[in-house]
């Protein structure tokens, strides 16, 4: 059988950097992807579509979020199975519980709201593990495979228990059991430490094994293979720059008990870090020029790192042409902690200025500030290369 594997829409997200307008389209895209996503899975042949949390932002969503959502996924031609993260936990203040989504939720959509394993077919299970709180005190998988691990004692399989009206026990030889789980696993986490941490090597032991097939994760919005048999989706349009390979969502062929996985780009969005160097007038043409030439501007966020030295009045076209390709990107800012631009203030650029007085002495300060280092640096540059704007200078 085939299904469609997917995690971290994070419906609602909102981002700092993004002007009123940004922001509209990057929470519109994140909406729209669902109905690529359901396109995909019908040309696809999946049976049903698996969220591995993290479906919405938080639990305190505006309803117009939650109603689009509805919307949206009622176009999408398959089961949908979501499975709270830590975004959205079923907690006591649930968006799974609000009268927003159980008033628009269609039918086919189904929450995966407790531990017991979940019939999607003959003898095919989802074994999900919804987290019910921010902050989970042991590993955020087990409680979907514990009954299926050996037992302490005498190594004997423990069994799921009887699930009422189902055609067969998800424990039994011969069903496919796709294990459902949202968090950080052992191996990729820095923190050691994280009670919520989900442990491979258990998984890796029922994998081989052939008890279960497939283990869908969320959390990390790269697609990621942990180790054969055990995956991230990734989230289908990024969220940040640390992602690697944002974007898609991952189809599942599940045969003979085992799984092998396809990437589907869906994503529109990017986000990118570009770095500069700009030592004179040409390289902040060269620069122009290689912004001008991206593809998809309103749908990319850029972050740019610049280095060099450059005259006040070189540095001025640079603000300039950042200023300008602000208009038609998503959004353009420099990264402040990687960036390095010393301004080099020619007396020509002071001739430039035409000023006198203490405006003078104001520029004579701010000249010698701008050669120091530290914050104060950084502010005569910007100040500078301001008032040389104002004054016109650097006018072609």
Known sequence: MRFLHTADWQLGMTRHFLDADAQARFTAARTDVIARIGELAASEDCAFVLVCGDVFESNALPRRVVARACEAL???????????????????????????????????????????????????????????????????????????????????????????????????????????????????????????????????????????????????????????????SGAPEVTDFIETDPGNVLVVDLADGRASTTAHHVGTWSFRDLRFEVDDGEDVAAMDHALAEMPEKSRTVLRLALRGTLTLTEHAQVEEVLERHRETFASVRVWQRHTDVAVHVSPGDLTQLDVGGFVAEAVEELTEAAAGEGADRDVARDSLALLYRLAGGGKR
Not at 80 to 104: E, R
Request: charged letters at 20%; hydrophobic letters at 40%; one cysteine or more.
């Open 74 to 232: 009622r176009q999408v031609p398959v089961p949908v199975y979501l499975l709270p993260g830590n975004h959205d936990p079923l907690d006591a203040a649930s968006i799974y519980d609000s009268p927003a989504f159980l008033d628009a939720a269609p039918e086919h959509v189904h929450v995966l709201r407790g531990t017991e394993p979940v019939a999607v077919g003959d003898d095919i299970w989802i074994l999900p593990a919804p987290w019910t709180s921010k902050h989970p005190t042991c590993d955020a998988l087990a409680p979907a495979v514990t009954h299926l691990l050996p037992r302490a004692d005498d190594g004997a399989a423990s069994g799921p228990g009887e699930v009422t009206g189902a055609p067969a026990r998800p424990g039994e030889p011969g069903a496919l059991r796709i294990v459902a789980g949202h968090g950080a696993v052992d191996t990729l986490s820095p923190d050691a430490h994280d009670p919520s941490l989900i442990s491979t090597p258990g998984l890796r032991e029922l994998l081989e094994a052939g008890t279960i097939s497939y283990v869908a994760l969320g959390d990390r919005h790269s697609t990621t293979e942990v180790a054969p048999g055990i995956a991230y």
